[in-house]
C-alpha cells in the first residue's frame, strides 16, 4: 500500500469516465442536463487483505461505498457505507484521490471520493440495502494482487456496470 497515497489529502483525479470511453464515436449531450451524486468508496485493508463486494449475478467485483447522505462529510458518507456493506468499522487512513463519472443515459455525472482505510474491531454483519442483496453482494477478503487479478479478468457488458468497473478497476 503507497504510504504516500494514504499520508496525502490527495484530491486528483483517479479516473474521469463518460460514454465516450466505451464508444469513442460518442458525442455528449448538455451537461447541464445532469443530476450530480456524491459518493464515497475505497479500499479497506484488514489484516493485509482488503474488501471486495462480488457482485454475483452480475458477473464483477466493486469496491465498497456508496451515496453520501444530505448532511454527512465526505468522510462519514465513507464510515458509514463502510459499515453497511462491510459490516466493519474503520479509521481512514488517507484519501485516494475522486473519480468522475459522466453517465449519460441516466443523466448522472457522479462524483466518487475514494478512501483508504483500516477495520477497526471484529468485522459484523453486512447490512445491505434489498437491491444490493437481490444483486448478491457477497464481501470477499482478498490479496491486493488476487483484486488486481480478478479486476483485469472480469468485462461486464450492461451500461452501469461498465462503469462500476472500470471506476473501481483504476
Keep these: 500500500y503507497n504510504q504516500t497515497i494514504m499520508n496525502s489529502k490527495n ?10 470511453t466505451f464508444n469513442p464515436s460518442f458525442t455528449s449531450d448538455n451537461l447541464k442536463d445532469y443530476r450530480v451524486r456524491k459518493a464515497a468508496r475505497g479500499i479497506l485493508i484488514n489484516g493485509g487483505k482488503i474488501a471486495l463486494l462480488n457482485v454475483h449475478t452480475k458477473g464483477y467485483h466493486k469496491l465498497p461505498g456508496g451515496g453520501i447522505e444530505t448532511g454527512e462529510t465526505n ?7 463502510i459499515l453497511e456493506e462491510t459490516g466493519c468499522n474503520c479509521k481512514i487512513m488517507g484519501s485516494a484521490g475522486v473519480t468522475i ?3 449519460d443515459q441516466f443523466k448522472l455525472l457522479q462524483i466518487s471520493y475514494v478512501f483508504i482505510a483500516e477495520v477497526i474491531g471484529e468485522p459484523g454483519l453486512q447490512k445491505l440495502e434489498q437491491g444490493e442483496i437481490d444483486e448478491g453482494h457477497d464481501l470477499e477478503w482478498l490479496t491486493l494482487e488476487d483484486a488486481a487479478d480478478i479486476f483485469t ?5 450492461v451500461y452501469e456496470d461498465k462503469f462500476i468497473h472500470l471506476r473501481d478497476r483504476n
Design 11 to 20: 484530491n486528483q483525479i483517479i479516473c474521469d469516465i463518460s460514454d465516450k
Design 153 to 157: 479478468k472480469e468485462n461486464p457488458t
Design 101 to 103: 463519472e459522466y453517465r
Design 75 to 81: 468522510e462519514e458518507g465513507f464510515i458509514r457505507e
